[in-house]
C-alpha cells in the first residue's frame, strides 16, 4: 500500500486533526466551496443549525492536499469519517487534484449529498450571515469556523469572495457586541 493524499476545502485546512507527511496548495475541478450544509453537530445543532462548508457539484476548487503515509491510512480514514460523516451529509469521495508543484493526485474528498435533509443549496450571502451569527455546536461557534477559514484562504493566496464578505460582516458585529 502506498501514501495517500486528503484534500481540504474548510477546516480541514487549517485544522486537518491527522498526521501528515506533506502539505501543499491545490485545485480540485469539478466542484466549488460553498457553505451549503446546514451544521446540526459541529457548528449548530437540529433546534439551531449553523451552516458549513460543502463541495458542491461545478467550477473548481482551491484548498489544501495533505499527504498521509500508507501506515497511518487506516487510522486516518477512520478519523475522517468520525469527523465528516457525523450525519453522513457527505459522499465520500476520491478525485484527481493538482498539486501546486503541477503533479496529479487522487485525492480523498468529501462531497456533499445534495439529496440529504442538511443540504442547504445555494443561499444568498445575507441569509447565510444570518444563520451562521447565532449558531454553536459541539465544535464551537459558527461565526468563529467562517472567519478562519477566511483567514486561511487569504493566507494561502485564495480569493473567494463570498467567504470573505461573511468574515467582514461577522467580524463587524462582533466590534459591535
Known amino acids: 500500500m502506498s501514501n495517500f493524499w486528503v484534500f481540504g ?11 501528515h507527511v506533506n502539505a501543499r496548495p491545490a485545485l480540485l475541478r469539478g466542484a466549488h466551496r ?8 459541529h457548528r449548530g ?7 458549513v462548508f460543502g463541495l458542491d457539484r461545478g467550477g473548481a476548487c482551491r484548498g489544501m492536499a495533505f499527504e498521509v503515509t500508507a501506515n497511518d491510512r487506516e487510522e486516518t480514514i477512520t478519523y ?12 465520500e469521495k476520491w478525485r484527481k487534484v493538482r498539486l ?4 496529479t493526485v487522487e485525492a480523498l474528498t468529501y462531497i456533499v449529498d445534495r439529496k440529504h435533509a442538511q443540504y442547504a443549496g445555494a443561499l444568498a450571502l445575507e ?9 454553536v455546536g459541539q465544535s464551537g461557534e459558527n461565526p468563529e469556523y467562517v472567519q478562519n477559514t477566511a483567514a486561511h484562504l487569504e493566507e494561502l493566496g485564495i480569493d473567494d469572495a ?16
Open 100 to 103: 501546486d508543484t503541477g503533479e
Open 127 to 135: 441569509t447565510q450571515l444570518e444563520i451562521v451569527s447565532g449558531a
Open 9 to 19: 476545502y474548510g477546516s480541514l485546512m487549517w485544522k486537518p486533526g491527522f498526521q
Open 162 to 177: 463570498g467567504v470573505s464578505w461573511l468574515a467582514r460582516k461577522l467580524n463587524a458585529e462582533n466590534s459591535t457586541t
Open 34 to 41: 460553498s457553505l451549503c450544509v446546514y451544521s446540526w453537530v
Open 80 to 91: 475522517l469519517r468520525e469527523r465528516e460523516q457525523a450525519t453522513m451529509v457527505y459522499l
Open 45 to 51: 445543532t437540529q433546534e439551531r443549525p449553523g451552516l
